[in-house]
């Protein structure tokens, strides 16, 4: 099974500032099958990125993904005050496909 | 609009049986896999499993294999997720979701269910 390491677990920034979020799998993971995904209170998550890179539709471009192998980003250029949520990895190039812990992005 | 809508909250005792639902509309049905994600209170998203409901080919993680019994009848494009005996550390909120593209297993979820809270206590 692939273990999902996100740091940090909490990253408290302003509004405006940039975001830069890590998710680290202890295997590579085949064919840069990584997602991310935004999960606010009460809600269900929802896919931001998949493919390492690929923004899922409706996503606005502030949001970008990349790397590959066991390293992957997900960089929110500019917050905005919708963006303080929690984010979740996840690979899904291998079964069992595993999730990251999480951070949890906070206003500072 | 596509969509997944899940059954409504439940309150169980130890020892007893349910299954949930989650039921697609405004796609095809049976030709995009559905997955279970447990989430704990509290706590992060786990994958516990998926159905292709074309043909009912079904996968799960070894962390809930034999404790879950995931199935789907096409017939009313309604996926299920299913116990026979409840533990108290069942208790979590269950999404259904569906992978971007059709016939991969390998894949994102991007339509995700409301989520059904599932509370088991004495």
């Known amino acids: 099974e692939i273990v999902l390491t996100q740091s940090p677990g909490t990253l408290s920034l302003s509004p405006g500032e940039r975001a830069t979020l890590s998710c680290r799998a202890s295997q590579s993971v085949s064919s840069s099958y990584l997602a991310w995904y935004q999960q606010k209170p009460g809600q269900a998550p929802r896919l931001l990125i998949y493919?390492?890179?690929s923004r899922a539709t409706g996503i606005p471009d502030r949001f970008s993904g990349s790397g590959s192998g066991t390293d992957f980003t997900l960089t929110i250029s500019r917050l905005e005050p919708e963006d303080f949520a929690v984010y979740y990895c996840q690979q899904y190039g291998s079964s069992p496909q595993t999730f990251g812990g999480g951070t949890k992005v906070e206003i500072k | 609009e596509v969509q997944l809508v899940q059954s409504g909250a439940e309150v169980k005792k130890p020892g007893e049986s349910l299954k949930i639902s989650c039921k697609g509309s405004?796609?095809?049905?049976?030709?995009?896999?559905i997955g279970w994600v447990r989430q704990m209170p509290g706590k992060g998203l786990e994958w516990m499993g998926i159905i292709y409901p074309g043909d009912s080919d079904t996968r799960y993680s070894p962390s809930f294999q034999g404790q879950v019994t995931i199935s789907a009848d096409k017939s009313i494009s309604t996926a299920y997720l299913q116990w026979s005996s409840l533990k108290a550390s069942d208790t979590a909120m269950y999404y259904c979701?569906?992978?971007?593209?059709?016939?991969?297993?390998?894949?994102?979820?991007?339509?995700w269910g409301q989520g059904t809270m599932v509370t088991v206590s004495s």
């Open positions: 493919g390492a890179s």
């Open positions: 405004g796609y095809s049905f049976t030709s995009y896999w």
């Open positions: 979701a569906r992978k971007v593209h059709g016939l991969e297993p390998r894949d994102a979820f991007d339509i």
